[in-house]
Structure formats: C-alpha cells, structure tokens
C-alpha cells in the first residue's frame, strides 16, 4: 500500500502546476472567484477534462513503464476520456500505471526471446503499439463506462462523508501518519486526488483543507520554541517561518518524535480545524503545494478566506495550548545535537563492541564526526532525496548551496524523489527516516543522512566533510 501511495503522490506532484493553474483560474474567474469570467471559464473544461487526464496518465505510464509506456497510456487514456461521462482524472492514475506495466513487460519478453538480434527496438514499437490500439478500443467501449459508474458513486459517498458528522476523526489517521513521514502520500496520492475530482464537480474541495492545514504544526512548534532554553530557539523559530510561510511541513517532525505525547495535541488540533472547515463549508480550487498560508489564501474562494483563516488558528491554539500542558520541558539535546552523531559515508561494517563503544561515546558527549569517502570519486552533483522530490529537499538544497558558496565550493546541487535519484549524482543528502530506502534504491550511491533539514550545525559538518574530501 505504501508504494501504491508513493506512485499516486509522485502522479500528482509532478503535474502540481496545471493543477494549480487550473485552481487559480477557478478561483479568480469562476463562480467562487473574484471576477466571474465565464470567456475564461471555457479554458477550465479542456484543462480538467483532456489535458490533465492525459498528463496523468503519461506520467504514470513514465514512472513504470519508461517513455514507451507514457505514450502508450497517454493514447490508452484518451480513450477513457472519450467514453467517460464524469472527469476521467482518477480513472487516468489507474490506466497509467497499469498500462506502464504492460509495456514493461511486454518490453522484457521481447529483449528475452530476442538477445541481441536487432530487431528489438522495431518488434517492441510493434507490440506497443498493438497494445495501444488494444487497450484503447477496450477503454472506449467498455471501460469509460463502467468507470463513470463508479466514479458518481463515489462522489455521493464523499458528499455523504463530508456532510456527516465523523470527518473530523480523520484527524487520528492523518496527523500521526503525517509525522510518519507520509504527508506527501496523504495529500497527493490519497486526499488530492479525491480532491481534485470533487472540484471539477463543485468548484471547491475540503479534501484540499485535510493534510495541509498548518496549524496543529504550528502549535507544536510555538509551544517547543517557548519550552527551550534561549540558545537552543533558534532552530524552533527557524522552523516556525518554514512550516507557516514556506508551506515545508517535515520540519516540525522530528520534534514530534522526540516527544511522542505531542502527538494527542496534533490530533485535537487537527479535529478542530477539520470541524470548523466542515462547519463553515470551505474549501480550496486546487491542492495548495507546498502548504503555505500564502497558498491557502490564494487559492481560496472569496468568500471563505475569513473562514479558513480562522479555521488555522483555531487548531494552531488549541494544539498549542494541549501541547503546552503535555510538554515539560523539551531535552536540552534537541535539536542541537542533531548532526553531531557519527555519520558515515556509504556503508562501515562495525562489530557490536564498536557500537556499544561509539554509544557510551555519544552519552558522554565524546564523540567526534569522522567521514568514509572509501567509495566516492569525485563531488560535482549533490543531490538532497524526499519522498516527494519538493518541499523539504528543495529547501534543504537551497540551504546548502548557499553554505557551499561562502565556502567557495563549486557544486551543483538539486533535489528529487526517492523515485528518480539521478544516475549522474555523486553524494546524496536525506533525512535518516529514508536513509534505508534510499540506500536500497540506489546501494552503488554514496548517502548521507540528517536528522532535520534545518540544523545549520549539520550544514556546517557536511560542507567542512566535503572541504577536506576535495
């Protein structure tokens, strides 16, 4: 299920800016917006019914089944869409990657049966597409139907959900999975999705409002900040401006996570703020990535603005005010002392008195960072992995990159998904919850974990690391 999740989000994010330009378009011409438009209007049809569909559709088929199963399930999908009596966007994240795989498959018979005869490369663009021509037929006359079906069903069980009184206990599954790690699953691959086919019916969704209300992580963060001691706040109001205006939710993660109990006042304030949408009927046109107040009042209809303002702040106070009573004192190590644990370029098998020694070294605060570049080359591209490929590891790469020009390096450095890691890549930078998948992902790349992208203490080690290694 989690990869399922992780190639739904990575359908969505990678089309985020038609969505958005879609929403933006709702939102300020359409019947919510400021200036009712309906010339303009006549873009949002083709947009949502047509090219985002088929956009959909080519990413997943890129994603599984690489540029021949894009074309493949872009052709697939149109199919769909011309049968289909409702937006085909949900039934094109189905087709897509289903089609993908055909092709990979079918790719991986051909190059079997025919090593190194030459003609694979004429004989595979054959079979796909026979395959295309198939599939389309199929779609047109057969699926397009069954899946307009379903789809309306659906849509009178979301309304049904929205307009009963348990959507606020959506809140115990989101906010927990989110500090998990699987916000960017939750938002694309589940809630923007479902979203996104309820503004092309109503103008607006809630679904947008669920994962990426700002205010329970807020909460979390004033109420640490105001728990530190005056040299550890830093790093907690540096993460407050993050979180709020840059929209990058991980970094209030790993304060959760050193304080488990903060996750009761992240789940009553996500309640509050999923009651107070549902009471005021607010929505958003389209999915406000990344999750900035700016984005919220953006991409808000007019005359919900007030209410979602209000609907953020009353579960930024109500999670602040919980976490407050719940949180003691936050450990005079965090988040200090987050990079200063001996991090290891690619892998150093350790015996277990080595690691028993290293720890009673770390209690003792003895420990000193040490560096293995036993399997790199060179370092011209640095590349910082989340699961998503935006948000934290865009922000992560910009801090970097300024670090590295006042240290005079000349280094390339970007941002991506675990799900396309550059080959060219030479050292990779992630958080340690993904160090494992993204060592699994790519075992030949050199990786180095942080425990939060906003420590400038690790900043500051990693480029004093590279400094000697060139």
């Given amino acids: 299920m989690k990869k399922l999740g992780q190639l739904l989000s990575a359908i969505v994010y990678q089309n985020i800016a038609v969505i958005i330009v879609a929403g933006i378009i709702q939102g300020i011409f359409g019947v919510y917006g400021w200036w009712y438009n309906d010339r303009i209007l006549l873009l949002l049809n083709p947009i949502n019914n047509i090219l985002l569909p088929i956009l959909l559709g080519y990413t997943g088929g890129r994603l599984i089944g690489g540029q021949r199963g894009a074309v493949v399930a872009s052709i697939v999908t149109y199919g769909l869409i011309l049968s289909s009596s409702v937006p085909a966007i949900l039934g094109a994240m189905i087709i897509g990657p289903l089609t993908g ?28 597409a026979m395959m295309a021509t198939v599939l389309t037929v199929v779609c047109f006359f057969y699926v397009g139907q069954t899946f307009s079906i379903v789809v309306e069903w659906l849509t009178k069980l979301l309304e049904t959900i929205i307009y009963s009184g348990w959507l606020p206990l959506t809140a115990i599954i989101i906010e927990p999975a989110k500090v998990l790690f699987f916000n960017n699953i939750i938002n694309f691959g589940v809630l923007g999705s479902l979203g996104i086919q309820q503004s092309e019916e109503l103008g607006k969704s809630i679904f947008f409002l669920l994962g990426a209300n700002p205010g329970p992580g807020l909460g979390v963060l004033l109420a640490c900040w105001l728990k530190m001691k005056a040299e550890q706040r830093k790093g907690a109001k540096l993460a407050v401006f993050i979180h709020f205006f840059g929209g990058i939710q991980e970094v209030y993660f790993p304060y959760v996570l050193m304080n488990p109990l903060l996750i009761i006042p992240l789940i009553l304030g996500g309640m509050t703020g999923v009651f107070t949408f549902q009471l005021f009927d607010v929505g958003l046109v389209a999915i406000p990535s990344p999750g900035s107040i700016f984005l919220f009042v953006g991409l808000a209809p007019k005359e919900d603005v007030l209410f979602i303002i209000l609907s953020i702040l009353l579960s930024t106070i109500t999670t602040f005010f919980c976490s407050m009573l719940l949180l003691k004192r936050v450990p005079e190590s965090f988040p200090l002392q987050e990079n200063s644990e001996d991090i290891k370029f690619q892998r150093v098998e350790k015996d277990e008195k080595q690691i028993k020694k290293e720890a009673m070294d770390k209690e003792r605060g003895k420990i000193e960072n040490v560096s293995t570049f036993s399997n790199i080359d060179k370092i011209e591209n640095i590349f910082f992995i ?22 005079n390096l000349t280094i390339e450095v970007g941002n991506a998904s675990i799900s396309e890691i550059p080959e060219y890549a030479d050292l990779i930078i992630c958080h340690q919850k993904f160090f494992s998948v993204v060592q699994q992902t790519v075992p030949h790349k050199v990786c180095y974990p942080l425990r939060s992208f906003t420590d400038m203490k690790g900043y500051d080690e990693l480029v004093e690391n590279i400094n000697r290694f060139l």
């Fill in 101 to 128: 795989w055909g092709v990979k498959k079918l790719d991986q018979i051909v190059k079997k049966k025919l090593p190194g005869a030459g003609y694979e490369l004429l004989i595979g663009n054959i079979l796909a």
């Fill in 386 to 407: 989340c699961e998503a490929g935006m948000g934290s590891s865009a922000m992560g790469a910009a801090m970097l990159k300024k670090k590295l020009e006042r240290a």
